[in-house]
């Protein structure tokens, strides 16, 4: 399972990742990985273990690195919880490594955290090589539940959860609850149609990631409008349960407020789809 | 010179780009070019002509892609232009490519832009693979000259220029007139000792750099404090001279503003290295 500190999860259908080999391992560089996608053509991002640290690949995509997972955990997580008021039940599709429930955890506000995670194997070799992000499974607030997300929000009453955070590969088109933040910049003008309240794209650099960034799209459901790109709260540096989990790395009211500035290239496309 | 549309300067000295080939081409996957630098030891950057268009390569580092060069000019251009109300005279400290002369020919308060730039292959070079950048050599405002930056500043006069632009891969540490601009974050706290008025660091996305970033230093001598992060007039829409240029792809004065907000990792850096 762990090659030169690379941590997979075998491809079940036995997919190619588009090398040509059946995963990134020694493909391209022996002894490193290389991420080639369809999704990304012409392009090939390769990390030698010693200078990422460990790093979690599905299907041949990089999913997280030690070095720089901070980036995309606190900011798909402190961007949608610092928008809304007094977040008391959050719900999170996916994120079986724990990263995302480790930065949920730090509000004090939160009095429980659902977590629907496809695959129970994520969360297995996770403990066994992140052990620090998943010890958060052990906070009486996070309930811990394998299998579809789709599903599990089928069976959830409408207005449970204050947020929904989709860290998967995959927008999740279904979702109709609360504040959703997904990556997906591609389902702009569908994401309008669903959602009813406010739509808000914002993106950050994750350097592992391919182009080096990734985008979120914050949306809300009937009700007041959100103002997502200026905060209604800070995380409360004074918040004795925030100070036990460390200082944050990458996300601050600064950066949250610029990550929803654009490049004019950007702009256009989304003004394009929604008009 | 050109292969797969990979634009390369042949690297005088032989040295190896640390990959143990001569170049990059074809070392790491064929038909490709794979940039691994020893400054950024443990990663490698692969592009294939077709995505990211002509490709100019120094001595093993990507310089510039028709793809996402906008993000890099009009950035490196724009943020220190925009700070100052009316620039007279720029000159550009390397820059042979044509870029930043390009976005720098967009003011039409502009009277006078000087480049210095040590290497006339890559002039000749731009000009066979890149001729609309250079074709802004053929604006009687620009002077170009073949040669040493260092050594061009020291018989000009102190005063002459409104902004320096330095454009190249290594920071020249004996500028000492008007706004500075260059690219690294090693040297903030020498720049600082440096230059007398405001000092600070500004940073953007460009994928096919290491990381997917890179960083700005902008400085101003004695006088008025200049507030960098604040532009002081926005490029005109409305004016002539600048819409014969095309639209702006990547600047506009919300990322000029944004790209001084900085994770929080980066700030602890900054802060250690000034206090």
Redesign the interface.
């Known amino acids: 399972m762990e090659e030169e500190g690379i941590v997979k999860r075998p491809s079940e259908g036995g997919e190619s990742n588009g090398t040509g080999a059946a995963d990134g391992i020694s493909a391209?560089?022996p002894g490193?990985f290389?991420e080639m996608s369809p999704m990304w053509?012409?392009?090939?991002?390769?990390?030698?273990?010693?200078?990422?640290g460990k790093v979690l690949v599905l299907d041949g995509v990089i999913q997280v690195t030690e070095r720089d997972e901070?980036?995309y955990q606190e900011m798909i997580t402190h961007l949608p919880l610092c928008s809304i008021q007094n977040p008391k039940k959050v719900l999170v599709i996916g994120g079986g490594d724990g990263g995302v429930l480790r930065e949920v955890s730090r509000y004090s506000s939160i009095e429980q955290i659902d977590i629907c995670e496809i695959d129970k194997m994520v969360v297995d070799v996770s403990k066994q090589f992140f052990p620090i992000w998943l010890s958060v499974l052990r906070d009486p607030r996070v309930n811990l539940h394998i299998g579809d997300g789709v599903a599990f929000l089928k069976v959830v009453p409408v207005g449970t959860y204050d947020a929904v955070i989709v860290d998967s590969s995959d927008p999740i088109g279904t979702l109709r609850e609360a504040i959703l933040l997904s990556q997906s910049p591609r389902l702009f003008a569908q994401v309008g149609q669903v959602f009813k309240g406010s739509v808000k794209y914002a993106w950050t650099?994750v350097?592992t990631y391919p182009?080096?960034?990734i985008g979120f799209m914050l949306c809300s459901t009937d009700g007041p409008p959100v103002d997502f790109q200026n905060p209604v709260h800070r995380i409360d540096e004074r918040d004795e349960l925030n100070k036990t989990k460390g200082?944050?790395?990458?996300?601050?009211p600064?950066?949250h407020?610029?990550?929803f500035?654009?490049?004019?290239?950007a702009?256009r496309v989304i003004s394009s789809k929604t008009n």
């Open positions: 391209v560089i490193w290389s053509p012409g392009e090939a991002h390769s990390l030698k273990s010693a200078t990422y901070c980036a650099t350097p182009s080096g960034v200082p944050l790395k990458f996300y601050n600064e950066i407020y610029a990550s500035c654009l490049p004019s290239f702009k």
